[in-house]
């Protein structure tokens, strides 16, 4: 069950390798004899974009060397989001390297012409742990649910610790998530950006179930909205840890924004309460994994920042949630939740 391959697409990756191995060699002109090894698609993650695991290997001044890298291309069909942030993925997570508070896998190159790999594409370094992933459900089996409660705590903690190192990084090398001069910022930018989602699914079908509860959340309009960058799927599922149960790496930044520090708190708390925690759909909760209080009350420590209102930021995350969903159920030809359930899960009908 653990070895399943998630990808939106795939392709001949005998033929992914002579193209990439003589795309290196482009852009190393100090390389020779460059070789693509070991390619393959991860296992049980990375739904949206089509992502690729290899090792580079080459000669250099006599020298052998080795790379461990991932190629991310940009999805062709398979659009899960309406917003094309592709570029800006790569961006932040360049800043973020530079940065070096949040880990992130080091952006190596990025390529533009689509006429290589069907569309852009980039390459990072790959990283070396272990991850958390959706299919099969972490919760249900595999090493963290074999893990002890002991260890179960460590990750959780440093788990929320870079969570709240997002909001460490400094806004002002992000300036290019803004967008045009006259775009909104803040909480108004990740609420825009919403709101041209649900319009998007409604050109499938009318879903008067969005509109109301976007009516609902606009009257509830939080007062606090903290400055922050936003990551945008924030999960234990989009990290990876070593053997000690540390991060070894943040991923999956394919929708960030400037929208607020608060957005990927109540991301991390409402899919850790479904996931593992006393909420879970996957069996009994993992213990040692923090409560959604006790997350709360860490990330306030470690960002100085309050969480005031998270309420409404758990209720606009369930949205953003249903309108991911909906999209998927679009994509797969079926839907993956009924109205009744959609009402129920947004308090609105």
């Known amino acids: 069950m653990s070895d399943v391959i998630v990808a939106p697409e795939t392709r001949n990756l005998e033929q992914l ?9 482009a852009r190393m002109p100090q390389a020779e004899d460059v070789e693509i090894r070991d390619v393959a698609y991860p296992r049980g993650a990375g739904q949206s974009h089509e ?12 020298a052998e060397r080795r790379q461990g890298c991932v190629v991310r291309i940009k999805p062709r069909a398979f659009t899960v989001f309406p917003d094309d942030l592709f570029d800006e993925q790569y961006r932040v ?19 533009p012409d689509a006429a290589l790999l069907g569309n852009p594409f980039f390459v990072m370094e790959r990283k070396v742990g272990r991850v958390p992933v959706s299919v099969p459900p972490y919760a249900r089996e595999g090493w963290l649910r074999d893990a002890s409660p002991a260890q179960r705590r460590v990750l959780w903690r440093n788990a929320v610790g870079q969570l709240a190192a997002v909001q460490a990084v400094p806004l ?9 001069p006259d775009a909104p910022r803040g909480l108004d930018q990740e609420w825009a950006k ?27 309009w939080p007062d606090n909205q903290p400055e922050g960058l936003v990551w ?36 991390f708390c409402v899919l850790g309460e479904t996931m593992h925690g006393p909420r879970s759909v996957h069996g009994a909760p993992l213990e040692g994994m923090g409560s959604r209080e006790e997350t709360v009350a860490l990330w306030e420590e470690l960002t100085g920042k309050s969480a005031a209102d998270l309420e409404w930021y758990e209720d606009f995350a369930k949205f953003k949630m249903t309108c ?3 999209r998927l159920g679009h994509l797969r030809g079926s839907p993956m939740m009924d109205a009744a359930a959609m009402a129920a899960r947004l308090k609105v009908g």
């Open 172 to 180: 002002g090398s992000l300036d290019f998530l803004a967008g045009q």
């Open 93 to 111: 997570m360049q800043v973020l390297a530079d940065d070096g508070q949040v880990r992130v896998a080091r952006p190596l190159w990025f390529e």
């Open 17 to 25: 390798a002579v193209t990439l191995a003589r795309w290196l060699g």
């Open 51 to 62: 992502t690729v695991l290899f090792d580079a290997c080459w000669r250099e001044q006599g």
């Open 324 to 326: 991911t969903g909906i």
């Open 232 to 267: 945008g799927d924030a999960r234990i599922g989009n990290m990876m840890f070593d053997t000690d149960f540390d991060v070894v790496a943040v991923m999956d930044w394919e929708q960030p924004s400037l929208g607020g520090a608060l957005h990927d708190l109540a991301w």
């Open 194 to 220: 919403y709101n041209r989602f649900a319009r998007w699914l409604q050109q499938v079908e009318p879903l008067p179930v969005l509109d109301a509860a976007l009516a609902r959340l606009r009257s509830l």
